[in-house]
Structures are given as structure tokens and as C-alpha cells.
């Protein structure tokens, strides 16, 4: 079946570590976004990717970085200069980049400080 | 920016009501999405829609344009029906493919 695999599910960081957070679909869309989820807030775009070996920021980058080497894979690393990275982080895919199309997402990961 | 705005932010209710959430925007749009996020984190895509009604199982999501609101029901509705429903708007002139999201809605039914 087709989908959109984040791993791992539960993920720890010690202080003034990176971590990076695994996001693979093979639904063959072009399109791939990180979203981060605060409790009581909606979704807020980190990252997104329209195309392989290109990505844009979205409206919370800052300690954050992505890359997109293969179209299948859109992995996020959370630097030590992201000082509060403890929330639910979730993948999404799209066939493309309009506005108008279905996004579908992977089962998040939960990112906590110890 | 568009706003997006929904209601109530809480919703308990009985096995077998009709349950109705509300979502309200504040800049015009080409479409519309409702989403379903389970217990576990997980988030479904559920409807689409620019215009009128779509129907889904006992799922039935309504959109007006002109007055931008749109409203998501459940039918005789089931306690595997809780979860929280999100509903999302684009983002004109942000990031492109963007979307807005509202903070959701948590509904729980009970048997």
C-alpha cells in the first residue's frame, strides 16, 4: 500500500544535540512539507519541498534543516539552535505543488528534551 | 494572511447524535480541506471541496462561499468517530501549496 512512513515514533534530544527525523512516501508526489504541532495551535509550515534538490522555508524554519536528495525522502533535522523543539512533528505529501490537492500525511513523530 | 477560525473547540455527545463542527475564513478561496487526526497523532485527509456539499459514509461537509463558512457533520455519529477535526484553508501569498489550519476541534462520543 501507498503512504507516507515517519520514523522514529517517540524521539529524545539531549541538549546542544542535532536529531533528525525520518519522512519517506512512495506515492510518487512531487510535493513534501514538515509541519510542527503545538498543543492548542494549528499546524505550522517548517519546511516544504516541491522538487528533488530543491526546498523553500515555510514560516517557522529557524533550527531547523531538511533535504531532498530522492524524491521519496524528506528528512528533518532539529539543531541544537532550536531552542524549543519539544512538539508533535508531522510529514505531508502532494501529488504537486497546487494549492488545490489532497495532502496526505504520515503518522508524526513526537520530539521531547531530556 | 487568512484566518481560520472553529467551533466550538470542544465537543462531547452521545452515541448516535448529530454532531456539527463549524470552520470560518477570512479571505476567499479556491478550496477548502476538513481533516481527522486520531488519538495516535495520525491525520486523515477527509474532503476537499470548493463549493456546495460532499458526502463521505456519515461524513457530510458543507461549504458557502460567499459567506466563507463551512461546516463539517456526522450522522449517527460513533465513539470511533472522536478524534479532532482540523480544518484548512491556502495560504495566498505565502509559501506556495501552503495551508492554514485551524486549531481543530476535539470531539468525543460516548456510549
Known amino acids: 500500500d501507498g503512504g507516507i512512513t515517519q520514523s522514529p515514533k517517540y524521539l529524545f534530544r539531549k541538549e546542544g544535540q542535532n536529531v533528525t527525523l525520518s519522512c519517506e512516501q512512495n506515492?510518487?508526489?512531487?510535493?513534501m512539507y514538515w509541519y510542527r504541532q503545538d498543543p492548542g495551535q494549528g499546524l505550522r509550515l517548517i519546511y516544504y519541498?516541491?522538487?528533488?534538490?530543491?526546498?523553500q522555508k515555510g514560516d517557522i524554519a529557524e533550527g531547523y534543516s531538511v533535504s531532498r536528495e530522492k524524491k521519496e525522502s524528506f528528512p528533518l533535522t532539529v539543531t541544537s539552535a532550536q531552542k524549543n523543539p519539544t512538539a508533535f512533528y508531522l510529514c505531508?505529501?502532494?501529488?504537486?505543488?497546487?494549492?488545490?490537492?489532497?495532502?496526505?500525511f504520515g503518522s508524526g513523530t513526537q520530539l521531547s528534551v531530556l | 494572511k487568512n484566518e481560520v477560525e472553529q467551533s466550538p473547540q470542544n465537543l462531547t455527545a452521545q452515541e448516535g447524535e448529530f454532531i456539527t463542527i463549524n470552520c470560518s475564513y477570512s479571505?476567499?478561496?479556491?478550496?477548502l480541506h476538513w481533516l481527522q487526526q486520531h488519538p495516535g497523532g495520525g491525520i486523515v485527509s477527509l474532503f476537499m471541496?470548493?463549493?456546495g456539499k460532499k458526502k463521505h459514509g456519515r461524513l457530510i461537509a458543507t461549504i458557502n462561499i460567499q459567506e466563507k463558512h463551512s461546516s463539517l457533520h456526522i450522522t449517527a455519529s460513533h465513539p470511533r468517530d472522536s478524534a479532532v477535526y482540523i480544518c484548512?484553508?491556502?495560504?495566498?501569498?505565502?509559501?506556495?501549496?501552503?495551508?492554514?489550519f485551524g486549531k481543530g476541534t476535539k470531539l468525543s462520543v460516548k456510549p
Open positions: 505531508a505529501s502532494r501529488p504537486s505543488r497546487g494549492r488545490d490537492e489532497k495532502l496526505f
Open positions: 506515492l510518487n508526489h512531487d510535493a
Open positions: 519541498s516541491q522538487i528533488v534538490n530543491d526546498f
Open positions: 479571505v476567499g478561496i479556491s478550496a
Open positions: 471541496l470548493s463549493s
Open positions: 484548512a484553508v491556502p495560504y495566498y501569498g505565502g509559501s506556495q501549496g501552503n495551508l492554514i
